[in-house]
């Protein structure tokens, strides 16, 4: 085990620290905002203001609250289960599917927990605007950080891969079921699910905890971090910060979700032409 750890690339070694690092400073945040807000209840003067975003529905309860820690324990455990360089296996149609299927199994709860939860705030106008605003700061600061060679430097620093390994199995996929399988999975379930958990779910509870500055620098760390993809970190962490400016904006899940199907879709794309 020891030799197998000392002879992981370093990409792999960082990849793993801000895993740990997220993970740690989201639970830190709970347990510091759960025990001010303890304290408050018992010196009424110490006590922080409640960040309700779902008025008279009690969220987040306990078990919503546990859910989502264990769902941060979880997380972190899978990434670094699978944190070890590994050539990228072909994955058959049906293999693809059953992953499609767990994953989307593992996030239900998110999802039918938030949809049980009364409408947030009443819908903003120019929600759509809003979306194509988020998705052009995304892609401009991609731009920047391509030109002015960021991501060259941090691959050549720390030995990182020039591909993810979900982006070389996309890219060399030759079976057509397979691929709409993996693209599904990409610009469908994953967007929907994540954003239940990320946005709805762990956003919520330590926005409640914590308040919105911190829960959004919180959250969008650890959404970075769990893909598991260095030189792609700051890309992701914009993206998830974006994402949560949206949801404030819009007062709705479904513009975020709209927002993270356009551009997956878009690097889907770009996988598949590149690779052509």
């Given at each position: 085990?020891i030799?197998?750890?000392?002879?992981?690339?370093?990409?792999?070694?960082?990849?793993?620290c801000?895993l740990?690092?997220?993970?740690?400073?989201?639970?830190?945040?709970?347990?510091?905002?759960?025990?001010?807000?303890?304290?408050?209840?018992?010196?009424?003067?110490?006590?922080?203001?409640?960040?309700?975003r779902?008025?008279?529905?009690?969220?987040?309860?306990?078990?919503?609250?546990?859910?989502?820690l264990?769902?941060?324990?979880?997380?972190?455990y899978?990434c670094?289960?699978?944190?070890?360089?590994?050539?990228?296996?072909?994955?058959?149609t049906?293999?693809?599917?059953y992953t499609?299927?767990?994953?989307?199994l593992?996030?239900?709860?998110f999802a039918?927990?938030?949809?049980?939860?009364?409408?947030?705030?009443?819908?903003?106008?120019?929600?759509?605007?809003w979306?194509f605003?988020?998705?052009?700061?995304?892609?401009?600061?991609?731009?920047?950080?391509?030109?002015?060679?960021?991501?060259?430097?941090?691959?050549?620093?720390?030995?990182?891969?020039?591909?993810?390994?979900?982006?070389?199995?996309?890219?060399?996929?030759?079976?057509?079921?397979?691929?709409?399988?993996?693209?599904?999975?990409?610009?469908?379930?994953a967007?929907i699910?994540?954003?239940?958990?990320?946005?709805?779910?762990l956003?919520?509870?330590?926005?409640?905890?914590?308040?919105?500055?911190?829960a959004?620098?919180?959250?969008s760390?650890?959404?970075a971090?769990?893909?598991?993809?260095?030189?792609?970190?700051?890309?992701?962490?914009?993206?998830a910060?974006?994402?949560?400016?949206?949801?404030?904006?819009?007062?709705?899940?479904?513009?975020?979700?709209?927002?993270?199907?356009?551009f997956?879709?878009?690097?889907?794309?770009?996988?598949?032409?590149?690779?052509?």
């Open positions: 085990m030799s197998l750890l000392s002879d992981l690339p370093l990409y792999v070694w960082v990849n793993i801000l740990l690092g997220a993970t740690f400073i989201c639970i830190l945040l709970w347990c510091i905002g759960a025990g001010i807000q303890t304290l408050g209840r018992l010196h009424t003067v110490t006590r922080l203001p409640r960040i309700s779902f008025a008279g529905s009690g969220f987040p309860t306990p078990v919503d609250e546990i859910y989502t264990l769902f941060l324990l979880f997380y972190a899978a670094l289960s699978s944190a070890a360089p590994s050539t990228p296996k072909e994955p058959g049906i293999e693809t599917w499609n299927i767990v994953h989307t593992i996030y239900m709860p039918l927990r938030y949809m049980s939860l009364p409408p947030a705030d009443p819908i903003r106008k120019r929600c759509i605007l979306v605003l988020g998705l052009i700061c995304i892609y401009t600061i991609c731009g920047i950080m391509g030109a002015c060679g960021l991501e060259k430097w941090l691959m050549q620093l720390t030995d990182t891969p020039a591909k993810q390994e979900v982006t070389e199995m996309m890219a060399n996929e030759t079976e057509p079921s397979t691929l709409i399988a993996l693209c599904f999975g990409s610009i469908v379930i967007p699910m994540e954003e239940f958990a990320f946005r709805g779910f956003y919520n509870v330590l926005r409640q905890r914590a308040g919105i500055f911190a959004c620098l919180a959250s760390l650890l959404f971090a769990i893909h598991m993809a260095l030189v792609q970190a700051l890309p992701l962490f914009i993206f910060i974006v994402q949560c400016i949206l949801y404030e904006k819009t007062g709705s899940l479904r513009y975020c979700i709209l927002l993270h199907m356009l997956n879709s878009i690097s889907t794309v770009a996988i598949l032409t590149t690779s052509a």
